[in-house]
């Protein structure tokens, strides 16, 4: 078994964007289904980057003599992720009172769908357009995922409509939750996002909107979906029936 303090947030982060290694992905896999600690600095890092600012913003308000890892007068959004990031995991470590800030966030958003949603929001055109992977990345990707979920997502790579982009894996209240992105042929960015189901039974799909964009939910085999991206009802609709079926 790796080390995990040896897996640091750097690490963690480029393997939630999908910009690790197969070989180092496959660790990273191994060692989340064994260590919960991992996992739960991995859910840290996924935060939704919003939820990241208010936490943040919170944190520095009922901590003014805290070490501040960021000018408080920089704007938050022209910083990196990584160095946002791992700004507020050292915060967490040094036992600041992150966990209140955290929880008076969590408030705002209620089911893991929300927060999902939350964090598609972030994406534009142009998050998607330049990433390439080979077949055999992409394979290598969902492999890994699938070992993660414990779910085949091999099938999510064959839409007919929307173009696979990639897979990463993100976090919820501990349990992992696998985000597959495409591309529309608008272009705009859709997620499909995969966790096990918090209630027995499947459902059939349903479509709302979150975020302002066209989302559509479904269970099915004691997991829970949820795609999401853009605003063509028809596409989304359409899709999330297809997917259904495939995986």
């Known amino acids: 078994m790796t080390d995990t303090n040896q897996i640091t947030d750097e690490i963690l982060t480029a393997f939630l964007d999908g910009e690790t290694d197969a070989e180092t992905s496959r660790m990273i896999a191994a060692e989340l289904k064994a260590d919960p600690d991992l996992r739960a600095r991995l859910e840290l890092l996924s935060m939704p980057i919003e939820d990241v600012k208010q936490a943040f913003d919170m944190l520095l308000d009922a901590s003014p003599k805290a070490p501040v890892f960021l000018p408080q007068s920089q704007n938050l959004q022209s910083v990196g992720r990584k160095t946002v990031l791992a700004a507020i995991a050292a915060s967490l470590i040094m036992g600041v009172g992150l966990g209140i800030a955290l929880t008076r966030s969590q408030e705002k958003l209620g089911t893991w769908q929300e927060y999902a949603a939350a964090y598609h929001a972030l994406y534009v055109k142009g998050t998607l357009s330049t990433v390439e992977f080979s077949e055999a990345d992409q394979v290598m990707q969902l492999a890994t995922l699938s070992e993660v979920l414990g779910q085949d997502l091999d099938s999510a790579r064959a839409d007919r409509v929307l173009q696979f982009k990639r897979g990463q894996l993100l976090g919820y209240q501990g349990n992992p939750l696998v985000q597959i992105a495409y591309l529309a042929p608008s272009g705009d960015p859709v997620a499909l996002c995969i966790t096990r189901a918090e209630i ?48």
Not at 222 to 242: E, M, P
């Open 200 to 247: 027995e039974g499947d459902r059939a799909v349903s479509t709302a909107i979150l975020e302002g964009m066209v989302a559509a939910e479904w269970n099915r085999g004691g997991f829970s979906y949820l795609l999401i991206g853009g605003t063509d009802y028809d596409l989304i609709d359409a899709a999330a029936k297809r997917l259904e079926q495939s995986i």
